[in-house]
């Protein structure tokens, strides 16, 4: 396999992010089309471990993902143009659109339409909360460690992050025990 | 200015630290970040929310440069962005070379046994306190809210119920709020 340039990486990866629309996982296919059916950076195999690996990684999944493949073509340099590829389509999109959006928030209509679509953002949440129970809420232990959490978000201000640092020390805990008391 | 610079540096890159399974799982965070900062109301943050759906980029990025840049102009626009990117950029290469030694490493398995629920409950929470937040235009509470805003019930129903039989489609679910707000929200 022939080496890619920085540019090449940087430059299809720019294209998969002008694609990703909606989250994350959409840069599956994409890669699949791009990185190994076209450029053969990577078999499709290795795609698949790199995707479960990003996923339990913290950070954003197409980002994360980006890396892994980049680094894979060209070690640390390409993993750094695999990721300016992937967020330049984002930044410059969202910087234009951030300075149209506060001009026109001043109309009715707009004010409405923004009103709505505060709903379907709650709406979009809720759908994604669905697809992640069937993935994570699997066990005894995670119900209960779901439910405990939930109910100490509602009741005080508790940071995201402390919340994080907690669940894995208690998980990590409570599963050693568990294994203790099986042995 | 500066102090603002590395508060944007530290909170995005704690974000980015503290954010598993995808750019969905960074919004508990933002949401935290209008109690502790007067950056911007919850209100504005879902607009944000709605727009970084619609646009092309993974949402995490998007929050970020748009959040940034809403709070200190371009270059807290790129101060944000490149946070929240770095460190998983660092812990992504040190994965995949120790990525063996991780794989057969069992503690990384419970600690994630313990992670995927707290990253459930923590959406789960800002879906209830927005949606609380919707319909009833007070903060969330644990008591039974006395007034109800039947409009915004009503397009809250009108969208759940279709859109949570089909794969999530992000762009048509918030036009179809956008549809839904210009027609019923004068009446």
């Known amino acids: ?183 | 200015m500066i102090k603002l610079y590395l508060l944007l540096f530290y909170e995005f890159f704690k974000i980015g630290l503290f954010t598993i399974g995808g750019g969905y799982a960074s919004i508990p965070f933002l949401y935290f970040l209008v109690t502790k900062y007067n950056w911007f109301t919850n209100d504005e943050l879902t607009n944000m929310l709605a727009i970084s759906n619609i646009t092309p980029g993974p949402i995490g990025i998007n929050m970020a440069t748009y959040t940034g840049y809403t709070t200190a102009g371009i270059t807290g626009a790129i101060i944000s962005t490149l946070s929240i990117v770095l460190a998983p950029f660092i812990i992504t290469v040190l994965f995949i070379k120790l990525f063996n030694k991780f794989q057969s490493c069992i503690y990384t398995d419970y600690i994630f046994k313990g992670l995927k629920p707290a990253a459930c409950a923590l959406l789960t929470s800002i879906a209830i306190k927005l949606l609380y937040q919707t319909i009833t235009g007070e903060n969330f509470s644990f008591i039974i809210p006395s007034n109800i805003d039947t409009k915004d019930l009503f397009i809250f129903l009108a969208l759940i119920i279709p859109f949570s039989f089909f794969k999530k489609n992000p762009l048509i679910t918030i036009l179809t709020g956008a549809i839904l707000g210009i027609i019923f929200k004068p009446f």
């Open chain 1, 1 to 183: 396999m022939k080496k890619p340039s920085l540019f090449e990486i940087f430059y299809i990866f720019c294209f998969i992010g002008i694609q990703l629309l909606g989250g994350g996982y959409v840069i599956v296919p994409l890669l699949k089309k791009h990185i190994v059916d076209d450029k053969k950076w990577m078999s499709e195999d290795e795609l698949v471990n790199f995707f479960a690996m990003s996923q339990c990684i913290p950070g954003i999944i197409a980002g994360n993902i980006a890396v892994c493949a980049g680094y894979r073509a060209r070690k640390l340099l390409g993993a750094v143009a695999a990721i300016s590829g992937i967020i330049l389509p984002s930044f410059i999109t969202i910087l234009l659109l951030a300075n149209i959006l506060s001009k026109f928030t001043e109309y009715t209509y707009i004010q409405n339409a923004f009103g709505g679509i505060r709903i379907a953002v709650v709406v979009l949440i809720i759908i994604t909360i669905k697809d992640l129970w069937s993935k994570s809420i699997n066990s005894k232990f995670a119900y209960t460690l779901f439910f405990i959490i939930l109910v100490l978000l509602l009741a005080s201000n508790i940071s995201p992050a402390i919340v994080i640092l907690l669940s894995g020390i208690i998980s990590v805990i409570f599963c050693s025990v568990m294994r203790k008391l099986h042995d």
